[in-house]
């Protein structure tokens, strides 16, 4: 079950950085092609040769540092810390050292409570392993993306849960789809078939055999288990792969299109007239209409990762389809379903479950509307994981993790609202965990606690400021959980999409930089500055857009000079919190010990007060005397 925080921390990945990644390392026309070519259905038996490639092999631990699971180790008790030391050159050669002869290490094995008391398997390949798999990754992404089904929402680019909310919303309340078939797949990640799964990648036009029989090795490493045997791995794709989340997606892209076939997709041999909507979608309403007058099942799928719902019209397409959709997930992919859980509900009397919420339509007038809220177990949860912070607030005496925790409780109300908001009857829900956790702080912080402080943080005052809800802690504001309004879920924008330019122009404004510098930077292969160093120096110039941080001229590729704040003989690091980008001119004003030296570049900048004294912290940083 992922945490609030982890949902936090993967928003912050999620977003536009990867795009901005790969257009550091210039490979977006590179991932266009691939994306255009798999539209139009070609063959790629070439792939390897992009994989290994420098750029891709630096964009992967680019996109694989900030990763949660880049922190936690492998059989190997190696993270992403022990890559960051080594030069560029030494991690590209061991890179694709790797993929001559790949030969994965055992996956460990661990196992993740759930809320029922049960527990989860995850899988964690080494870190090795793991960059070798985000490598695949981005060659086999946009690939796939021009494949997956419209309605496939888990694990993809630009696409959330909030969407498969607002899919099943629009079946439910604008269709008048009230039967639901809620099919759960028993142990889907420990259950695929790999034969299956390597016959569904060259179905894609992924005929690249060295890539596939790599696959297939990844697939087949063996697994540690927690008391540490060792055990063959003959099926499943182990939770905590970066490869998973895409690999699963192949498998079930198979269902989405077979539902898909039954009616939305069907052949007509009548011309119908079909509009697009303000979002980039067709209006299929004609095409409804006219199957509506045949005796087909009328079905649609809403699916994220693993778990998905089939809408119907009535109880007996309903019974029809789940018997169908059963066999069919037996017969073509060899997966048993839950019996337990699996049902046909009456969106009408019952609720479904999905994502954490549940769902259901209640009468209004003459016709049905959605209402929905938190899941028991979701509110259990967020109850849980506010508790927890609580109490290492409470045994917290110093000023500084105080304000840690007290951001930490923070950003998991912000994602708590943020994620649940689209619940209709998110107010109430609100209001009930609030009065369970506002007691817990009461008891917890005593005196600590407060109703009256000052809102320095714009967000907060922003979201929260007109609530009386407020409370602090020693002048710190802590937001209050009860405090949140439903937000109507949003379709996403069908234009919208990272492997088209037109795509990326509606996601971000383009950098304000030269791209010819950034790509320079970006292939400036240095054997003695590790990885780490080289990565961060190119965030640094896109964060600065290119500027001197002393002079805030744009500079040329030849006038850029990346400085370490604290000295690296002082005990600085390659962080990129201890890198500015400066000219190099300012660089030697920086370092240097020579009156005249200084004399003469003071002479030639006519530095102002300003700029003088940004330059004097950075020499008193390196234990210098200011100028």
């Not at 009860?482 to 492997?499: F, L, W």
């Not at 004097?616 to 100028?627: C, M, V």
Request: proline share 3%; with cysteine; hydrophobic share 35%.
């Amino acid at each position: 079950m992922v945490t609030i925080l982890d949902y936090l921390e993967s928003q912050k990945i999620r977003k536009k950085s990867k795009i901005r990644h790969s257009e550091y390392y210039n490979l977006i026309k590179t991932f266009d092609k691939l994306y255009q070519d798999s539209t139009n259905n070609m063959k790629f038996t070439g792939l390897m040769k992009i994989i290994t490639s420098e750029e891709n092999i630096l964009l992967a631990y680019r996109n694989i540092k900030k990763n949660i699971g880049s922190k936690t180790s492998g059989i190997d008790k190696r993270t992403i810390k022990d890559i960051e030391k080594l030069s560029q050159e030494r991690y590209i050669y061991y890179v694709q050292k790797q993929f001559e002869n790949y030969n994965p290490k055992p996956v460990r094995r661990i196992e993740i409570p759930k809320p029922n008391g049960k527990t989860r398997p995850l899988g964690i390949p080494t870190i090795w392993d793991r960059i070798v798999q985000q490598s695949i990754l981005q060659v086999l992404e946009p690939i796939c993306e021009a494949k997956f089904y419209d309605r496939s929402n888990g694990f993809r680019p630009n696409r959330s849960a909030e969407h498969a909310i607002a899919q099943c919303y629009r079946m439910m309340q604008q269709q008048q789809l009230h039967y639901v078939v809620d099919i759960d797949i028993k142990g889907f990640f420990d259950n695929v078939n790999h034969n299956k799964l390597l016959k569904q990648i060259w179905s894609f036009g992924i005929r690249d055999k060295k890539l596939l029989k790599l696959i297939k090795t990844m697939l087949k490493a063996p697994i540690q288990m927690p008391d540490d045997t060792i055990i063959k791995n003959d099926k499943g794709t182990p939770q905590g792969g970066i490869l998973s989340p895409l690999l699963s997606n192949i498998v079930l892209n198979e269902l989405d299109w077979w539902i898909s076939s039954q009616w939305e997709n069907i052949p007509i041999n009548q011309k119908i007239y079909c509009g697009i909507n303000n979002k980039g979608v067709l209006i299929k309403s004609n095409i409804y209409r006219t199957l509506r007058r045949s005796n087909l099942k009328e079905m649609y799928i809403v699916r994220y990762a693993d778990d998905f719902k089939i809408f119907c019209r009535n109880y007996k397409d309903a019974k029809n389809i789940f018997v169908a959709t059963k066999l069919w997930l037996k017969d073509r992919l060899s997966l048993d379903i839950s019996e337990e859980k699996s049902k046909i509900i009456n969106l009408k009397k019952h609720y479904s479950k999905f994502l954490g919420f549940k769902i259901k339509v209640v009468p209004k007038g003459n016709k049905y509307v959605v209402t929905s809220c938190m899941c028991d177990k979701s509110k259990k949860r967020v109850i849980k994981e506010l508790k927890d912070i609580i109490q290492m607030l409470q045994k917290i005496s110093n000023k500084v993790d105080e304000y840690k925790y007290v951001n930490l409780y923070n950003s998991a109300i912000w994602g708590i609202h943020n994620y649940y908001q689209y619940a209709t009857e998110i107010n109430e829900d609100g209001n009930n965990i609030s009065y369970v956790i506002n007691k817990i702080l009461k008891i917890r912080l005593r005196d600590r606690l407060s109703k009256y402080g000052v809102l320095e943080n714009g967000y907060i005052k922003r979201r929260y400021g007109k609530s009386g809800q407020m409370r602090y802690v020693y002048g710190r504001a802590i937001c209050p959980i009860g405090y949140i309004q439903t937000k109507h879920p949003m379709y996403k924008v069908k234009s919208i999409n990272k492997y088209t330019e037109h795509g990326r122009v509606l996601m971000h404004k383009e950098l304000e930089l030269s791209t010819t510098i950034m790509h320079k930077l970006a292939n400036n292969i240095s054997n003695t500055e590790s990885i780490e160093y080289m990565d961060n120096r190119l965030s640094k110039y896109t964060a600065q857009y290119g500027k001197c941080a002393i002079l805030k001229i744009i500079l040329d590729y030849d006038e850029i000079h990346c400085h370490h704040k604290l000295p690296k003989q002082l005990g600085g690091t390659d962080n990129y919190n201890n890198l500015i980008i400066i000219h190099k001119d300012i660089h030697i004003l920086i370092h240097s010990k020579s009156k005249k030296i200084i004399d003469q570049y003071l002479e030639i900048y006519n530095l102002n007060s300003e700029q003088i004294n940004k330059i004097n912290t950075l020499r008193t940083q390196a234990n210098l005397e200011p100028i």
